[in-house]
Every structure is written in C-alpha cells, then in structure tokens.
C-alpha cells in the first residue's frame, strides 16, 4: 500500500441500505479525478447484529456488541487504520468500542455536533430511534458546546420510530406528510436546524433532496471521514 495512505474500515449491516449510502456519500464527495484518488475501504456489513434500540431500551437482551466487538477487530486485523459507523444508535456502544481497538473510531455524533457549531447553531432539533434519543448520547456532546437539543414529544417520536422501522427499514417509501409534519412541530419549536439522527432517515433527504434546514449525520460522518483520510472533499474544492 502506498506510504500514508489510510484504509478505512466501516462497521455497517446497521442497517445495510444506511451502509451502502454511506459509500455512495464517500465516492461521491470525495474530491477525485480517477478510481486512484478515492479512498481504499473495507467494509463489515453484518446485517444480523441485534438491534441496537431493542437492547437499549430493555426490549430484548440480545447484545449488539457481542457482534460489533469481533468485526471492529476483524476490520483492525485487516489493517484498517480507522473506524466509521454509519449508525447513530450504535454509538451508544463507542466507549466500549473504542476499548477494543488500537486504531481511531470516528463518532458520527461528535461530528454532527461539531458541523452544528460551525454554522453558529445553538438549538437544533433531534429525529433519532428511541435508543438514541432515550440515552442521550446527543445531548451528552451538545453539552460540551452550549447548543441545545430538543427532541419530540411523545407522540411525534412513536411517527418517527414508525418512520424508521415500519418504512425504511422494510424498503417502504417514508410518509412524507408524517415527516413534514414532525419536522414543522420541530421548527415552530424556535430549533435552527433539523438533525436526522437517524442514518435510515439520511435516506429520506437523499430521495425528497431536503434542503439546509435538515442536517444528515450521515454526511457529517462522510466528510470527517474523508478529512480523516487524508483526502478532500468536494466542498474543499470550491473553496
């Protein structure tokens, strides 16, 4: 391999399709003039990992780490030089992770948190899975940084889970008016920005081509990860 140049390993299959969109996002952000210039990936996509919200919230006892652990090592054997995880909910587990390798692991939180500051954001709104938002791995960063994380009231976060398991997941097409709905509760709130914090919902920006209000954790993550490379991003080339 050439001198410097960073393997990256992705821990996916949480879920496959947030997996496969986040090297669609790598590839095509990425800065490259040939197949050379983009950046050498590994990726673990075990779709079987347990649920990550189920564990969290008690609902089942099935541990994902017990699936994340031995990849996270696989990927580090094979000489990745750094770690992403295209998954919100899994980074409830990052600690614990982070314990078990000797090489990097991006936080795909800490790096939305950080993009939210960089544009002067004090207060944001939150859609993510239960387990997300009932751990509070958002607010956890947001404290750090004087920025304010406001999440929806019940009965919009059982919509948005719906949106997450009921439709996305099961490669259904997102209500829409459900989301706009959410989203505008969300706004009417004071929040400055929406975070979909939830790297299934990352799809739904891609296919209703959602505008600067709404925030991708999933893009976040794919620009820290280019930066982490090494490489640039297209955004660095209009600079």
Do not use: W
Request: glycine fraction near 8%; hydrophobic fraction near 35%; include cysteine.
């Amino acid at each position: 391999m050439e001198k410097n140049k960073k393997l990256l390993g992705i821990l996916g299959g949480v879920g496959p399709m947030a997996t496969v969109y986040f090297y669609e996002l790598l590839t095509s952000l990425t800065d490259a003039k040939c197949d050379q210039d983009h950046i050498d990936i590994v990726i673990s996509s075990r779709a079987t990992t347990p649920d990550r919200t189920a564990f969290i919230t008690g609902a089942s006892q099935e541990n994902p780490l017990d699936a994340m652990i031995p990849d996270a090592k696989k990927l580090e054997q094979f000489g990745a030089d750094l770690i992403a995880i295209p998954c919100n909910t899994a980074h409830y587990f990052y600690d614990e992770l982070a314990k078990v390798v000797d090489v990097p692991i991006l936080n795909i939180i800490g790096e939305t948190v950080n993009a939210l500051k960089s544009e002067g954001v004090r207060r944001f709104g939150l859609l993510a899975t239960d387990g997300t938002v009932g751990s509070n791995t958002y607010q956890r960063y947001c404290s750090e940084h004087d920025i304010e994380c406001v999440i929806p009231d019940a009965q919009r976060q059982e919509r948005v889970m719906s949106l997450i398991y009921d439709q996305i997941k099961c490669g259904k097409s997102a209500n829409m008016e459900s989301f706009y709905e959410i989203a505008h509760s969300m706004r009417s709130l004071g929040c400055e920005r929406l975070v979909l914090g939830c790297t299934e919902l990352s799809l739904i920006k891609k296919s209703e081509k959602l505008g600067g209000f709404y925030v991708d954790s999933l893009e976040c993550l794919a620009l820290s990860t280019i930066k982490a490379c090494g490489k640039q991003s297209i955004y660095d080339r209009m600079i």
